[in-house]
């Protein structure tokens, strides 16, 4: 790993993990410290700080550090987890925030070319596309999530910012984007332009109402996602400190961690960002939150299956559906019970095997499939081709 991007963990932190219990997370990191580079052989899950929030609309000078998300973080205590982590520490502020994006494409591709899932810590969420920009040698097609209260379109004719990032990776060349969902929004925090691109582009959206009553129904979402982006904004003022509220509605501390841990059980997630952090003098909630989330993802990690070979007659039940016109083929594991559906219209994902790509959907889809109707992530799926 090359560490010139990244500056290490404080002194203080590390001196300060001599004293924490043998059982604690922090005793079982490999952490970049002033002395220590450590090797990343069999390493699966690292943590980077970006100290870059510039393009934020509400800059105004200010810097921060991750110093309480990970002396939060080092003192809780790790599930039955299999895989080594380390935290890398810190990407700091280019001269420009260009070095930055370029400092963090570089990090991320060089992790995920080596198998190790990132989980990133901001900073301004604009850095989602410097993470997705390191997939260019990697993936000619990129599904999105956000979770957030708005959908970050914003007028892609302006200069990049944190409302605004989703635009330029729209319309930017290379095109990697194939699909961007926004989980929990808002409509009053969207403009009704946005609303009517996002329809247009056969994009997908769940309302935080929809969500909150039933918070199963975005599981399906990560199982097609490579990148989930996090703005923390999108939790309700009463869960963080004093500088983070931002409004009275969003997702509670137990319904953001497990969103987290949906994430991280999705065998296809590769990184994972956590933004709009704004560290406070009472900042032990906010910095608790975020600590707790990337225990959760993790969590979520160590419990991943391996359930969509298909091309194991044994491991799936196969169900045929006549909807209309449409022949909607439906597949469930008979490992964990997750369904998916076939996209026909699509490429096959194996020539040797003839495997159409699939969509992950829910028990749900193929009942209403079942009733004549058919499933909407099928159908947007299909107007976007």
């Known amino acids: 790993m090359d560490y010139s991007f990244l500056s290490p963990v404080q002194d203080r932190l590390?001196?300060?993990?001599?004293?924490?219990?043998?059982?604690?997370?922090?005793?079982?990191?490999?952490?970049?410290?002033?002395?220590?580079?450590?090797?990343?052989?069999?390493?699966?899950?690292?943590?980077?700080?970006?100290?870059?929030?510039?393009?934020?609309?509400?800059?105004?000078?200010?810097?921060?550090?991750?110093?309480?998300?990970?002396?939060?973080?080092?003192?809780?205590?790790p599930g039955n987890w299999l895989h080594e982590i380390a935290d890398l520490g810190d990407i700091q502020r280019g001269e420009s925030v260009e070095d930055t994006y370029s400092a963090l494409i570089q990090v991320v591709s060089s992790l995920i070319n080596a198998n190790i899932i990132p989980i990133i810590i901001g900073g301004s969420q604009d850095l989602t596309y410097a993470n997705y920009r390191a997939y260019d040698k990697i993936s000619s097609m990129v599904n999105i999530v956000n979770v957030d209260k708005s959908f970050d379109l914003g007028d892609s004719s302006k200069p990049i910012n944190n409302n605004s990032y989703l635009g330029k990776i729209i319309l930017e060349q290379p095109y990697n984007l194939f699909n961007y969902t926004a989980l929990g929004f808002q409509t009053y925090f969207n403009s009704q332009e946005e609303i009517d691109l996002m329809e247009k582009l056969y994009f997908e959206s769940y309302r935080l109402g929809a969500i909150t009553e039933s918070i199963s129904i975005v599981e399906p979402v990560f199982r097609d996602a490579d990148i989930v982006t996090l703005d923390l904004n999108s939790v309700k003022s009463s869960e963080v400190s004093l500088k983070q509220k931002y409004s009275p509605n969003g997702f509670n501390g137990r319904e953001i961690c497990a969103i987290s841990r949906y994430a991280g059980i999705s065998n296809k997630v590769t990184s994972f960002g956590i933004y709009e952090y704004n560290p406070s003098q009472d900042d032990e909630a906010t910095a608790m939150l975020v600590a707790q989330l990337i225990w959760y993802f993790i969590e979520g990690v160590n419990c991943r299956i391996k359930d969509d070979d298909f091309s194991d007659f044994n491991s799936y039940l196969k169900f045929t559906v006549l909807v209309d016109s449409e022949e909607l083929v439906f597949f469930k594991s008979k490992k964990t019970g997750r369904w998916w559906i076939e996209i026909p219209f699509l490429e096959y994902l194996n020539t040797k095997s003839k495997q159409h790509p699939l969509l992950a959907c829910t028990h749900e889809d193929y009942v209403s499939a079942t009733k004549g109707v058919i499933p909407e992530r099928w159908y947007k799926a299909y107007k976007k081709n």
Not at 20 to 26: E, L, V
Not at 48 to 67: A, W
């Open 14 to 77: 590390v001196d300060e993990l001599e004293l924490q219990h043998s059982q604690t997370i922090g005793k079982k990191l490999r952490v970049h410290s002033r002395t220590f580079e450590p090797s990343l052989d069999g390493v699966k899950i690292a943590i980077v700080g970006v100290l870059e929030s510039r393009n934020s609309i509400n800059y105004v000078g200010q810097e921060f550090q991750f110093t309480e998300i990970r002396k939060a973080f080092y003192k809780l205590f």
